[in-house]
Structures are given as structure tokens and as C-alpha cells.
């Protein structure tokens, strides 16, 4: 018999979240018994191109967290899943992200937050941390900087880790190259070898390039 402890059991709650245009189905994770070290929300990727809170590296994202500690918090966007609504162009998805921090901060009175986004969902997390102090660290995973706006990055103060593949077509790397420079400290660039827009063989190293920015909390 191994001597070796065991983590406490992982506590995944279905739940209806109150948003902006109807309901949102959410999923939270903690570990039974143990009080969360913070609190921290994943956002999905685009939905009009399948994009979900079960995405494989939406998924990744968010059991890193919870074995680092965190109460975990990620939903479909609006129209998706069964989320009510329709896609707003993002416009709407970032009041949904509102919304959804709202409750994990209600949650979590006085925890520190932290908020991730994959893709599409980076670019609504990148918004809604430059316009919210109570965000102390955002992870923007393979941002779509060539086809969207991430003019904020410039001024936001919050405390910026990019997680991006070199085999990435869809977010490629030279895209983020031309942008990242003017972005305001803190910040941190890890470049993940190989990887394709959706780290396809590559979550592990995803995982552990999120715990080489985020391990030291």
C-alpha cells in the first residue's frame, strides 16, 4: 500500500449563471474540502467556430488551475450550449464574461482572481481585465492579435502572461511578434515548440508552460 497522500476529491458543479441575455451554463471546479488559494475564470473560444467550455484546451487551462489550487469557473457564451442568447460579435460575450466574474467574485469575497482566455476568449478576457483592477493575472493563450483589437494590452497594468504556439496558422506567431513589444508591463511571452493553434499533442506542454507563469503565486 502506498504511503503517498491522495489529492482531495475534485467537486465539479453544473450551474446556471444569471447574464446579460438570459442564463449561462457554467461549470465550477474545487477540491472538497479544501479552501481555494484563489479563484479564476477561463474563457472559451470562438463559438461560431465550435468554440465551448468543454474545448480540450479550455479543459487543460482549467485543471492546471485547480491542481495549483484554484476554484475554477468557465460557461458558454451566449447561444452556445445551453446558454440563452445569440453571438453578439463579442460585444455581448464580454458582458456574459462580466457577468461571470460578478459571480466568482460574490463567490470569493477578498480572493485573489485571475482570468484566462483561449483564442477568441483571450481577446474578451483582455478587455474586461483592462477595465476591471480586481483582475490581478490574465493568461491570453494563443491571441488572435492579426484579426482583432488589442490596443488595451498597451495601458492595462494587470499582470500579463501570453501562452503562444510556433505552429500556430491561425494566431501566427509573427502577428503576435508585431504586437506584443508595445504591450505595458508586467508581462511574459512563453513560446510553446510545435504547438498548433490547439496544441494538438502538445497540452501537456501547455499545462506546464501556464505553471512556469502562474506556479510562483
Avoid at 463579442?90 to 462580466?98: N, P
Wanted: one cysteine or more.
Amino acid at each position: 500500500m502506498s504511503d503517498t497522500p491522495q489529492a482531495p476529491p475534485v467537486r465539479l458543479q453544473s450551474l446556471e449563471l444569471p447574464g446579460p441575455a438570459g442564463v449561462l451554463e457554467g461549470l465550477y471546479q474545487t477540491r472538497e474540502g479544501v479552501e481555494s488559494a484563489f479563484a479564476a475564470l477561463v474563457l472559451h473560444p470562438h463559438p461560431l467556430y465550435g468554440g465551448t467550455l468543454h474545448n480540450k484546451v479550455v479543459h487543460r487551462t482549467a485543471t492546471t488551475l485547480l491542481a495549483m489550487g484554484a476554484a475554477v469557473l468557465r460557461f458558454n457564451f451566449r447561444g452556445v450550449g445551453a446558454s440563452a442568447g445569440r453571438h453578439d460579435q463579442g460585444e455581448g460575450e464580454l458582458e456574459d464574461a462580466r457577468a461571470a466574474w460578478s459571480w466568482l467574485r460574490a463567490r470569493h469575497p477578498g480572493a485573489r482572481l485571475w482570468l484566462a482566455g483561449f483564442s477568441f476568449g483571450s481577446w474578451v478576457a483582455a478587455r474586461h481585465a483592462a477595465s476591471d483592477s480586481s483582475v490581478e493575472r490574465l493568461a491570453l493563450i494563443a491571441p488572435p492579435v492579426g484579426t482583432q483589437d488589442f490596443a488595451m494590452m498597451r495601458t492595462a497594468t494587470v499582470d500579463k502572461l501570453v501562452l503562444q504556439g510556433t505552429a500556430d496558422v491561425t494566431c501566427p506567431p509573427e502577428k503576435l511578434d508585431a504586437h506584443y513589444p508595445t504591450w505595458s508591463e508586467p508581462k511574459r511571452l512563453i513560446r510553446i515548440e510545435g504547438a498548433t493553434h490547439f496544441f494538438d499533442r502538445k497540452l501537456q506542454e501547455l499545462a506546464d508552460a501556464l505553471l512556469a507563469g502562474w506556479g510562483a503565486s
